[in-house]
């Protein structure tokens, strides 16, 4: 996490960065059309070597082959991603500065104050660019679960015995792990890492016993041999992990959603501009080569946009607040608040 004099300085860097027509030739105002004329800043709120990372790397590939522009990657990571959605929306609404968020923004309005950030009142949606489904992951030279039953039947029966890792309090890894554990009635200790990169190191070594962890971090992993799949997320098996059972096929419907993840801009920016913006996006969808690329690492193009992603954004974070209050999950923050750093 950047400390706050880095923080500011980072911050001050993107509000000052002059408006589109500040470099056009003669002071005359460019069409808006014309964006992006300069490079793009994407704020990833997750550290390297997690499902964020390496999706905006894959992105920033997709828009400069489309706009022949950089978009720039600036890692903002710390607290289950909100620092990096925070800082995302106090940049300039220019145009110049994107958000790579996801539906953990939407799980942590409903456990953290609204007072300094509003996830839906201080960010604009404008394209969902990816959906991945998430994976239960295990050391096969710790556990000797076998299968996605033979582990719930382990941690029902095995108190406090195992370990399971997430990307940090708030992010989707925790709250999925929170609802398995909550709807299943299981026994586990938690260890929170600062990303996802980090806690599948510390997996694959043997310091903690298992994870939930999003498809295209952990694959390389798991076709290596050194992680074994017990079941996936969602409603249908992921092509690229035909033989691992999914959620539903399981009845552990706990684990039937999939996660999404979506480009915001701070919520200024202006509708003309917003539009333009879009247009883009859209044209990356067909990209050819991030299509290939996204299959072979089990990504699903998300293709919603404009309103229609706000609607998505808004029916989803409303769904999540029913969801863990129901459950009684409204205070996992201050719950875990002592294991932030490990």
Known sequence: MLDRRAYLQCLATLAAMPPVWAQSVNGARPSLNAWPNKPVNLI?????????AILAKQLAQSFERKTQQPLRLIYQSGAGGVQGANFASKAAANGQNLLLGGSYLAVARALTSKDEFDFI????????????QQVILVNPARMRSRTAMELLSDLSRKPARYRMATAGIGSSSHISSEILKHQESLHFEFVHFRGAGPALQDLLVGSVDMMIDGLVSCLPHIRSGRLKPLMITGTQRANVLPDVPCAQELGVHSLERVTWYGLFAPQQLSDAQAATMVDVFERMGSDAVMSSNFEAMGIRWGGVYGDAFTALVKQDTMQWAQRLKSMGLTNLF?????EAGA
């Open 44 to 52: 990833v709120p997750f550290p390297a070597g997690g499902p964020s």
């Open 121 to 132: 009142d201080d960010l604009r949606p404008l394209a969902m660019v990816a959906a991945v």
């Open 334 to 338: 201050y719950k875990n608040s002592e």
